[in-house]
């Protein structure tokens, strides 16, 4: 994301200042479905709504910075399991002919993203009711002020002007690799964030508990992405993948380059927004005040290991077994059988490490 300073010392917005474009020197499409964001006079890609929301974010950040506060660390650090299947496993399955798991997971992605839409009209609970600080020039206080508005449409696009976002732009990624209908478009997993279960955080009420909860899962949603890209482009860049097709991978490249970039902003707001909550003093009806860290610092914690180790591991048994099957499915069985040796044999070490 390019640093375009506007007002450095601004600290409260209008809805309308978040939700602000560059102005484009030309627009976004790709096989002619408009998507957001646009070109600048070079040409670089600038990503959505972010004329005034960067600027916001870095000056916030930096303000909680300067009054002493941490900023809450959420990067790949947090994943201890490695992708599933394997770069290498990738490439023999594409070897083979057998493409269809990589057309499922990008389709699955892009569905993935696609439900962030909900996040364009969600009305949050207000944390300024219940924290004793004012939080009306920090980020915390502009969630229902166009903040979580600009995630929904930069995920799940606009559907009052048709200008698609992630979903689409995962969409045509995987179209331009494998063609249009190339296979059926699969069931997408129900949930993205951890099972409900026992109440977390009884001092609040149970719809500020579940804001929280939803905060943290989408930015831990956020921070897996994130090494799905770097899959993702390392894939698209190896010279023996797609090698009859080049120039359309490229094309499909420049798109998750592009989505990836959209991303920033987002994990940039939530670790924003969640270490200015742990820094707040809660207040909710008679009891005593309690410091933020102490309600968000458990619940945190579990969400990180469930995002980061419980999920994954789950995760990678079910897709083992469904990888199996598929590759029996190939038309010659003795094919079948040597793929199915070799894949095997690539199987990481459990835990998984970093692949
Ligand atoms: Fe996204
Ligand atoms: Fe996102």
């Known amino acids: 994301m390019r640093a375009r300073y506007t007002n450095a010392m601004q600290l409260a917005y209008s809805e309308a200042e978040l939700l602000r474009e560059h102005p484009y020197a030309r627009p976004h499409e790709e096989a002619g479905q408009p998507l957001h964001g ?121 559907p009052a002007t048709g200008i698609g976002g992630h979903d689409s732009m995962w969409f045509a990624a995987r179209d331009l690799l494998f063609g249009a209908g190339a296979y059926p478009i699969p069931d997408t997993p129900p949930r993205i964030g951890r099972p409900e279960g026992a109440r977390m955080a009884p001092c609040l009420s149970e719809a500020h508990e579940g804001f929280l909860l939803l905060l943290m899962n989408v930015l831990m949603v956020e921070v897996r992405a994130e090494k799905l890209f770097d899959f993702t482009e390392r894939l698209l860049r190896d010279p023996e993948v797609f090698a009859d097709r080049r120039e359309k991978v490229d094309r499909a490249l420049a798109l998750v380059s592009r989505i990836r970039a959209d991303e920033e902003i987002h994990v940039a707001y939530l670790r924003l927004v969640l270490s200015e909550l742990r820094s707040l003093t809660f207040q909710n009806g008679e009891g005593a005040p309690i410091p933020g860290h102490e309600i968000l610092d458990p619940i945190w914690e579990e969400l990180v290991h469930w995002h980061g180790q419980e999920l994954p591991r789950e995760s990678r048994a079910q897709a083992h077994t469904g990888l199996r099957d598929y590759i029996r499915e190939h038309p010659d069985p003795e094919v079948a059988e040597a793929v199915l040796t070799e894949f095997e044999s690539l199987e990481p070490a459990r835990p998984a490490t970093e692949q």
């Not at 670089?44 to 000056?59: F, I, K, M, N």
């Open 38 to 158: 646009g070109f600048d006079a070079q040409g670089d890609y600038v990503s959505p709504r972010t004329a005034v929301r960067g600027d916001a974010v870095r000056t916030w950040t930096a303000a909680l910075e300067t009054r002493g506060v941490e900023i809450l660390t959420a990067d790949r650090s947090l994943l201890l399991e490695g992708s599933y299947p394997t770069y290498e496993q990738t490439k023999l399955l594409l070897a083979n002919g057998l493409c269809r798991s990589l057309w499922n997971s990008l389709t699955i992605t892009g569905e993935v993203e696609g439900r962030g839409r909900f996040l364009i009209d969600f009305v949050p609970p207000e944390f300024g009711d219940i924290v004793l600080e004012d939080v009306s020039e920090m980020g915390v206080g502009h969630l229902s002020r166009g903040l979580l508005r600009a995630h929904g449409l930069d995920e799940g696009g606009d």
